[in-house]
């Protein structure tokens, strides 16, 4: 008979206990936890914290309460609540349902302006009193903090409602065909929104686009009891496009007049900015082309053509992003941005045209113009100059150019930004500090308070990591050379959970590819989405290339596309994989690639052209024929079908349908406005010709992107699509 030994219990007991503690710290993850529209998204990202400047002073915005926080010290001081706020309304739906995004417009006033849903508000938290409220003047509406006056489109019409509630309709000619005060040349150039105040609030800039020309693409609602036609104007690569006209709305006369710029056919208008004293406006005019671009003045209370300040041409394409921004200081002068030497960087001109000086310059772009510190006369950017996978700020001198970084020097800084893309929420009034919202590969959300003059960091707060729980794979980040041999490619790549290097694992490419996109950089596990760390849970190995083609790295990097889509962006992708087949734990016959938009172009593009190496592949709202997407966009990178017939043949995936081998699952929102469903159709009509056998799967009423909880539904379709046919 054996006798149990009570040591080695308590010991077995012991490590059983240690054991389930441990498992139980280690949790698994779900796509309701890592996918946007999950349940358990929100609980699952690094918190988020919110500040507004009030002048020089910081204010830190949350949900129940706004505080002002000491420089100094960071001790931190309540100025009111949401309860103060409310108790000043008797009519619950008045009420207002939290301070986050409380804005500060009046430096020298103890007033915040606040929205309901439906109104602008200004609250008093001294004196606890609302001294202004104009309803419906939230939501796409747009309010002058100088003139308190509000423009908005209803009906399709324009209107503005003044400060003492007078509402005037300035158009009656509205329509699905006349569009005002509207987003035009289909958000390109850096267009997000179709009205522009002037400084004073007097004076009001709009888009006006008759697009009664332009053929309608026939999009379905099958929502009803017999589906409708619900058409879109979309002006294909090569055919008729809309024209764009700028209109200027006087309030203190009442009258609109229209800028005089000539017959507006087959021309661009972008970057609309007003001069500081509200009696110019400045534009970018591009020719169809895209290959000419003029910054013009006109007279506001004329409509009248004054100059021609400056002029760019390329034999490719320019892209003017960004309108000129004047000095604070001195309303004769201003920044204008280009890449005309290469990479865009600021140069600084005055009102006749005269190019002074170029401020920055070198083998690194400028991401954006954050503001101005008038005392020190110097500007204050976010630029790549530290690395081409990191953002980071830097205090430019503009009479000689001399930079100082301002941050800790590594990671992705300034992430606040406005719809607009830009960063100037974070700069305060006078220049003099920022509170810098940046994360690492380490760090998922620091935001730190600096002093630019002190070139002080202060860390205001740190964000927890909300993984610490779970299995988390590996992410790292490396470097290959391009198909050139010359160039630097950045990639990603993330490892299965528990990897071990003796093993062979399936591979899954994400790929993008595309222009105006970077999906690798400095920031947390090095931009990873959340998908990939779902599937390396489940035992795959993740692999992300920024290709030549893609942002933020000069324009030959980004032009070297150029009338070609997709094959110098493929001959990219393969020197990736060549990488991967390179190391030992990548199983070179288990292959995948996946991607949307762009990325699932290149997709088909590689599942296509080289059949012998992907094995799956699941390609979302695919582009299919360049001759079928959008005039802007299209023409920029591949010129018109016209003067490129070969170039659009070569780039065509009809071409390549007979060469489809691996399994290949095509997903499609079917009412998609930016890839219409005519791309995958026309593929599979294609594929049927050839005998190839795609899946499809549709989205039925969903646009280009998935939303809400269908996008975890989406992404679990995709998850097992290679669990079905690659692992």
């Known amino acids: 008979m054996k006798t149990t030994n009570p040591m080695r219990s308590i010991a077995t007991l012991a490590l059983l206990l240690l054991t389930t503690i441990m498992m139980a710290q280690h949790k698994q993850f779900t796509l309701e936890d890592l996918n946007f529209g999950g349940s358990n998204y929100r609980n699952m990202t690094p918190k988020q914290v919110y500040y507004a400047w009030w002048g020089d002073e910081l204010v830190r915005t949350d949900r129940d309460a706004c505080t002002q926080i000491n420089k100094k010290t960071l001790q931190e001081t309540t100025l009111f609540t949401l309860d103060d706020v409310n108790q000043v309304f008797n009519d619950e739906k008045a009420k207002i349902a939290r301070l986050d995004y409380a804005r500060f417009p009046y430096p020298s006033t103890t007033l915040t302006l606040l929205s309901n849903g439906d109104s602008h508000i200004l609250y008093d938290w001294k004196a606890k009193e609302v001294v202004f409220r104009q309803v419906g003047g939230a939501g796409d509406f ?8 509000c423009a908005s489109v209803r009906d399709n019409q324009l209107y503005v409602v003044d400060a003492q509630g007078q509402e005037r309709q300035l158009t009656t000619d509205g329509s699905r065909e006349i569009v005002y005060g509207q987003s035009v040349h289909r958000d390109e150039f850096g267009i997000y929104k179709g009205t522009f105040w002037s400084p004073d609030g007097q004076s009001l800039a709009f888009y006006r686009m008759d697009q009664s020309m332009v053929t309608d693409y026939p999009q379905v609602n099958n929502s009803t009891r017999i589906a409708t036609e619900e058409p879109d104007k979309y002006p294909m690569a090569g055919e008729t496009s809309h024209l764009v006209t700028v209109g200027v709305y006087h309030l203190t006369t009442g009258k609109t007049l229209y800028l005089k710029a000539g017959d507006p056919t087959d021309r661009y208008f972008t970057n609309i900015q007003w001069s500081p004293d509200s009696k110019t406006l400045y534009i970018f005019e591009l020719n169809r082309d895209q290959t000419d671009m003029q910054l013009v003045s006109y007279d506001a209370t004329t409509g009248d053509r004054l100059s021609v300040l400056y002029e760019e041409h390329s034999d490719r394409y320019v892209e003017p992003l960004t309108p000129i921004t004047f000095l604070p200081w001195d309303a004769s002068k201003f920044i204008l941005q280009s890449q005309k030497d290469g990479y865009n960087h600021l140069y600084l001109m005055n009102t006749k045209g005269e190019q002074l000086r170029q401020v920055t310059k070198g083998e690194w772009v400028v991401l954006d113009l954050v503001g101005f510190n008038p005392s ?45 893309g830009h960063h100037d929420l974070i700069l305060s009034k006078s220049g003099s500090h920022i509170y810098d919202n940046f994360s690492t590969p380490d760090i998922p959300r620091q935001v730190n308070l600096i002093d630019v003059a002190k070139r002080s960091n202060k860390m205001l707060f740190q964000a927890e990591d909300p993984w610490k729980d779970y299995d988390v794979p590996e992410y790292s980040c490396g470097i290959i050379k391009a198909a050139d041999g010359v160039t630097d490619l950045y990639y990603r790549m993330v490892k299965p959970v528990g990897f ?35 599937m390396a849970q489940k035992g795959y190995l993740l692999f992300i290339l920024d290709n030549r083609g893609s942002k933020d790295r000069g324009m030959a990097f980004e032009q070297a596309t150029f009338r070609q889509l997709g094959q110098i962006e493929m001959a990219d992708q393969m020197k990736g994989v060549e990488y991967l087949r390179s190391l030992p734990y990548v199983d070179s016959d288990r292959i995948g690639v996946h991607g949307w938009s762009f990325g699932g172009y290149m997709t088909i593009t590689l599942m296509t052209n080289h059949p012998d190496v992907f094995k799956v592949g699941v390609a979302g709202g695919p582009v299919i024929d360049w001759r079928w997407y959008e005039v802007m966009y299209g023409e920029r990178y591949m010129d018109t079908p016209q003067t490129n017939p070969e170039g659009y043949e070569k780039t065509s995936l009809l071409n390549q349908a007979k060469n489809l081998k691996g399994k290949l699952q095509i997903i499609q929102g079917m009412n998609d406005k930016t890839v219409v469903p005519q791309h995958c159709l026309s593929f599979i009509d294609a594929c049927i010709s050839a005998g190839t056998q795609p899946d499809f799967f549709v989205y039925p009423g969903e646009p280009h992107n998935m939303r809400g909880h269908k996008s975890t539904h989406l992404h679990e379709r995709i998850t097992q699509y290679f669990e079905d046919y690659l692992k």
């Open 500 to 534: 071990d290097p003796s093993k062979r694992y399936p591979t899954v490419i994400y790929v993008y590819g595309g222009p105006h996109a970077r999906n690798v950089e400095a920031s947390w596990h090095y931009m990873s989405r959340g998908w990939e760390t779902y």
């Open 376 to 420: 020190r006369k110097s500007a204050i950017i976010l630029s790549t100059e530290a690395s081409p996978i990191q953002n980071n700020l830097y205090e430019v001198s503009l009479s000689n150019g001399r930079r100082t970084l301002l941050d800790q020097g590594n990671g992705v800084h300034g992430n606040v930004w406005e719809e607009s």
């Open 142 to 149: 747009d309010w002058s903090e100088s003139s308190k006056a």
